[in-house]
């Protein structure tokens, strides 16, 4: 063999060894790995180029640790492999969990960035009678889910009460009947809570979650409250909820209330002060959500929204200085970086909707509308309320669970959610733990597969998943994130 | 107004799925047409959006570059990968723990072939299965909590 042909033979790639994998390029230089199992390995450029050219050596260090991710063919562990596919997934039969009746459309806030296109506190004809409530509760329990939640919305729920509690008590008693496990929860304002609806909602273990947008001042920014100060009220009832979380009682189970920040124009540069505002009442989570352009807050979007850039900026700089808090004592958790993380590290599902493959539009939730209108997801009510209804899957009186599961929109959202389809998705290396959204694609794009090159939830997905890569190759902030999902 | 961006690419080096990915992948800065030419090549025409800085377009042609040698690998992998891949995420799909057996790290020219084997008879089962239609529904998302568990149709309740 001449010098020349040798040389040649060797540098020819060696595919056969590579399996399936996606890559990225990142911002260091390195380069992310991820397979279908959701295993990951970050190496330089320069072993990169060794890999993917077949000439990593089999005695090197680097090797063995590929290999054993699932990166290198000859080695795969096919059981090991099937076995986190299929912990991952685990979901896609399960039937839908999330079940949102929203018990009225009236509101007596007026929050700038509102999405649920609420009316006034006096607006007439929007509040869900006993009637469609309970058929709504039916409904629910017709899901395989072994576990459903049955959260109450609004509007502002509370404004509604005869029929929430209603609602509960006969939740609770079907439950009972057919040995259900069903969980309730609430979502509100506070604003008209009182110890005696605080009470019931406690007794019958119905979990509760407000917004808290920061300190007073920027909360009653963006949460306008003609009858008071909205901030006053939320501080009031967490302070409350959270004591009676610490006084468990043997009768029932009492849950940690849980907030939930939305991020608007005027938050941005504000991390630290909306941190230590959750600090200061008491929280152990902060879930730093961005706005998203759909339904009502579409028509607001140039006063309050902003660039996904400048979201990717506030959520790097939130986390930065939670993973401070945290190394210097302080116990609280960024949501979606655990939600992430118990993708990414625990190989798990921990259930959120709106970022998996296919995301949850009625396989994993369902939205019940004040009128029984059934909706593959709230944000596909948001749409209808704005006047569009294609992502309504039929009425609670009307129509059998079969032919909700089976309409056009349900189909279509899976469809479209689906990344292997998606063709900037089905070569990221996020694909593992990502997720689109048909709603968002359609509000912002003009259809249900959307564009993900352009898209700014593309986009604000890469930076949330860069930031938290970034962090995880540091030992000190992966230790303290690797915690927050320790099982 | 930054200015079009024009590269010529052999479709003998890469295929013309490759030239799509790549040219889709910058969707966010520029509009991308892709041409034939004579000699088995095409020209790409990139076009910058409204918004894509001069600077951000200067970056175009390189980023395009890039792309299009990540694409030949995607490409490879996933074309020399795709029925091993379809028998990984059906072994997921139907997954059932098993107890540990006897270490097989590697492959065995016997095992490859039974892994062809079994890779061949499970896409035997999957165009057999799609024949029957959409309406088979093996994940079960049609079916209520009655149709799963009410033992009165002969299935086992879940507790
Ligand atoms: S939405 Fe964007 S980040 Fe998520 S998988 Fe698709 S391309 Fe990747
Ligand atoms: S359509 Fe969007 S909002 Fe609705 S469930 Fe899917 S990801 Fe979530």
């Known amino acids: 063999m001449t010098p020349k042909t040798a040389a040649k033979r060797s540098a020819k790639p060696r595919s056969a060894g590579l399996p399936y994998f996606t890559f990225r390029r990142m911002a260091d230089g390195s380069v992310l790995l991820s397979n279908d199992a959701g295993r990951t390995a970050a190496v330089s450029g320069k072993d990169f180029a060794r890999f993917s050219a077949g000439r990593l050596g089999s005695g090197e260090p680097l090797y063995a640790e590929l290999a054993a991710k699932g990166f290198v063919r000859e080695m795969t ?68 889910n072994p576990g459903i939640t049955i959260e109450f919305q609004g509007g502002e729920p509370l404004l509604n009460w005869d029929t929430l509690k209603d609602s509960v008590l006969y939740a609770r008693g079907r439950g009972r009947e057919l040995g259900r496990e069903v969980r309730l ?5 506070f604003s008209l809570m009182t110890e005696e609806k605080a009470r019931f909602l406690v007794e019958n273990e119905v979990s509760v979650c407000t917004s808290l947008d920061g300190p007073a001042d920027l909360h009653n920014k963006n949460r306008t409250f003609s009858g008071g100060n909205s901030h006053a009220h939320t501080a009031r009832w967490l302070k409350y909820f959270i004591g009676r979380a610490a006084k468990q009682v043997p009768e029932y189970r009492t849950f940690t209330p849980s907030a939930l920040l939305t991020v608007s124009r005027y938050s941005l540069g504000r991390e630290k002060d909306i941190v230590d505002e959750y600090l200061r009442q008491g929280l152990a989570d902060i879930f730093v959500r961005p706005l998203a352009p759909i339904g009502y807050a579409k028509k607001l979007w140039p006063r309050i929204g902003y660039s996904s850039e400048e979201f990717a900026r506030f959520y790097r700089n939130s986390l930065d200085y939670i993973i ?16 992430m993380l118990e993708k990414i590290v625990n190989g798990g599902d921990p259930g959120y909707l709106d970022m998996r493959c296919p995301c949850g539009a009625a396989i994993g939730q369902v939205a019940y509308n004040y009128n029984g209108d059934l909706y593959a997801c709230d944000e596909g009510r948001m749409v209808g309320w704005e006047g ?75 930076g949330m998943f860069d930031a938290l890569f970034g962090l995880l190759k540091k030992p000190a902030s992966a230790k303290i994130l690797k915690e927050w999902v320790q099982k | ?139 079960g998302i049609t079916s209520t909590w009655e149709d799963k568990y009410d033992p009165k149709n002969g299935r086992k309740k879940i507790r």
């Open chain 1, 77 to 144: 562990d096919f059981e090991g492999y099937a076995a986190a596919c299929s912990k991952k997934n685990a979901f896609l039969g399960a039937g839908p969990g999330l079940h949102i009746l929203v018990m009225t459309l009236r509101c007596n806030h007026k929050c700038l960035y509102c999405q649920s296109g609420a009316l006034g506190a006096g607006g007439r004809g929007t509040d869900m009678s006993r009637a469609v409530a309970r058929k709504s509760v039916d409904f629910a329990l017709k899901s395989t």
């Open chain 1, 185 to 189: 929860a609430l979502v509100s304002n």
């Open chain 1, 324 to 339: 401070k808090l945290n190394a210097a004592g302080k116990k609280i958790r960024e949501r979606h970086a655990v939600i």
């Open chain 1, 388 to 462: 569009d209804d294609l992502f309504r899957i039929g009425n609670v009186l009307r129509d059998s669970y079969r032919k909700v599961m089976l309409a056009p929109a349900s189909r279509a959202c899976a469809a479209a959610s689906s990344l292997e389809s998606q063709p900037q998705c089905s070569r990221c290396v996020y694909k593992p733990w990502c997720g689109v959204c048909p709603v968002y694609n359609y509000e912002t794009q003009g259809s249900l597969w959307g564009d993900m090159p352009s898209s700014g939830r593309c986009a604000l997905s890469l």
């Open chain 2, 1 to 139: 107004m930054s200015e079009n961006i024009s590269i010529r690419v052999s479709l003998k080096k890469y295929s013309l799925d490759s030239v799509r990915y790549a040219a889709h992948s910058l969707g966010g800065l520029v509009y991308a047409f892709i041409k034939p030419l004579p000699g088995g090549k095409v020209l790409v025409e990139l076009s910058p959006k409204p918004g894509t800085t001069a600077a951000k377009a200067a970056g175009c042609a390189r980023l395009f570059r890039g792309e299009l040698e990540d694409e030949k690998l995607r490409e490879r992998v996933s074309s020399g990968n795709r029925e091993l891949r379809e028998f990984l995420l059906l072994k997921a799909m139907n997954y059932q723990p098993k107890p540990p057996e006897k270490d097989d790290s590697g492959l065995t020219p016997q095992q490859e072939k039974e892994l062809n084997d079994l890779i061949a008879q499970i896409e035997g089962e999957i165009k057999a299965e799609a024949a029957k239609g959409a309406s088979a529904d093996p994940l």
